[in-house]
């Protein structure tokens, strides 16, 4: 058995047998894992408040070979985030984030970018004054993006023109960018909001997305929405279970 010591956030817990929990934790230097912590249901549990969702923690796991579980051996917190399980919007979209992570990111696969893009989306939470469903957009955005999933929209897929505010893409019915010349058929013609919304969350991290765009029209909003929803649910072939408002 190999000691695994790593940074992590618990993205949600369950119970097993009857004094155990499982975490489903987003770990820096092995993805996405299923942690066994034994005894972690027990009135003094050596894992205190480590394990509520969205903590960021120091974990030390053993990893056994052919064994989807690893079994904790210790959950030091850095990072806690109490005060946003108490904000019903805010425990709404991380609820939601922490199933979709769940979904897309491959157990025991280390992505660097993905951890850092969860935490920082976490940490925005926790700071921004602005409403969470921008930083719940910035999320989805880039969870797609690194799936590879998400369409270029600053540059048409046929012939490569760049796409700009004054000349935005055109999405076909595949979600695939092009210019006015080259959409043909029935497409979706972004928002020139939209456009420089999508454009900034490739360069902006998300706390800053958020204040930058805390005003973004309604209707810039609800086109990122459905654009980002028709893409997840064509990801996972369902619906996500867990379903906020701000999803619409
Ligand atoms: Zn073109």
Redesign the pocket.
């Known amino acids: 058995m190999a000691l695994v010591n790593t940074d992590a956030i618990v993205l949600r817990t369950y119970n097993l047998a009857e004094a155990d929990r499982i975490a489903v934790c987003l770990t820096r230097s092995a993805g996405l894992v299923r942690a066994v912590a034994k005894g972690a249901r027990q009135m003094k549990s050596r894992f205190g408040a480590a394990l509520e969702p969205f903590t960021l923690i120091r974990l030390a796991f053993y990893e056994r070979e052919n064994r989807e579980l690893v079994s904790i051996s210790s959950a030091e917190i850095v990072r806690s985030h109490f005060n946003l399980a108490a904000q019903v919007e805010a425990s709404e979209v991380l609820a939601y984030m922490g199933e979709l992570v769940g979904d897309f990111a491959p157990p025991h696969e280390a992505n660097e970018k993905l951890f850092r893009m969860v935490t920082a989306c976490v940490e925005a939470l926790e700071t921004s004054t602005g409403p969470a469903r921008l930083v719940l957009r910035y999320f989805e955005v880039w969870l797609l993006r690194l799936a590879g999933l998400f369409p270029d929209v600053r540059s ?1 897929g ?2 490569g ?1 760049r796409l700009s505010e004054a000349d935005t893409a055109y999405l076909d019915v595949e979600v695939n960018s ?2 006015q ?2 959409s043909h058929g029935p497409a979706t013609r972004l928002l020139p909001e939209t456009q420089r919304t999508l454009i900034a969350t490739q360069h902006l991290p998300p706390l800053d997305f958020a204040i930058k765009f805390k005003d973004l029209s309604e209707e810039s909003e609800v086109q990122v929405a459905e654009l980002t929803h028709r893409l997840i649910v064509r990801a996972l072939d369902r619906r996500p279970r867990t379903l906020v408002a701000s999803t619409r």
């Open positions: 048409c046929d012939c023109a092009h210019c010349k080259c």
